[in-house]
């Protein structure tokens, strides 16, 4: 399936539109690092945020991390301050950094602003949504000054409060489509974690676009890419 022949165009945030995706592996990586010393664990790597971590919703990454380093800790609640050992505090200490970061601007990435005024320039141009994993997905699209582009935003707020569970389940790529009205067939998913094509192609979308930010382009065609980028620029005529 040609892109062009898409009736809707479903993108990641998080390293697919803004290069977000390098502010959240540094705050990952901060708070992990340090909270792992602290509990004498085995350190944190930055191969733990491509494996358990990247494009998964915040809790769910959490927890994988802990399962991997042989900790446990309670859930929590979800309004846990980032002071409290539990899954929600680590998710809000991670967090606050985060949002600092992002507060000091973000640029979105140049090609895949020039993948969407062409997409917008078709004849029949598709319905664009975002998807994202992060709570965080509508200041990230303020600050990049997208906000406007994208009429449906999924992300993990919304897909909380409906119980959809996060990447690797294509449940909120499935209901992204279905909000826009369209079949998965008819639909092109674009992502740059390893969770998120494997979203996409468990979803039978009509094509899955790989964006290699990092995850290697071998890792995302074995996930289930069937195009693999290294910038959205590269699909432009």
Known sequence: MEITECRAVLFDLDGVLTPTALIHEEA????????LTERGAEEY???DYFAYLDGRRRDEGIRAVLKAKNISLPDGQVDDTPETDSVHGLGARKNR?????????VAPYDGSVRFLDYLSGLDNPPEVAVVSSSKNAGPVLAAAGLADRFELVVDGNLASDLGLPGKPAPDTYLHAARELGFEPAEVAVVEDALSGVASGAAGKFGLVIGVNRGAGADALAAAGADVVVDDLEELLP
């Open 28 to 35: 990952w990586g901060d708070m992990f690092r340090a909270f």
């Open 97 to 105: 950094d985060f949002l600092k970061r992002v507060a000091e601007g």
């Open 45 to 47: 790597t930055d191969a």
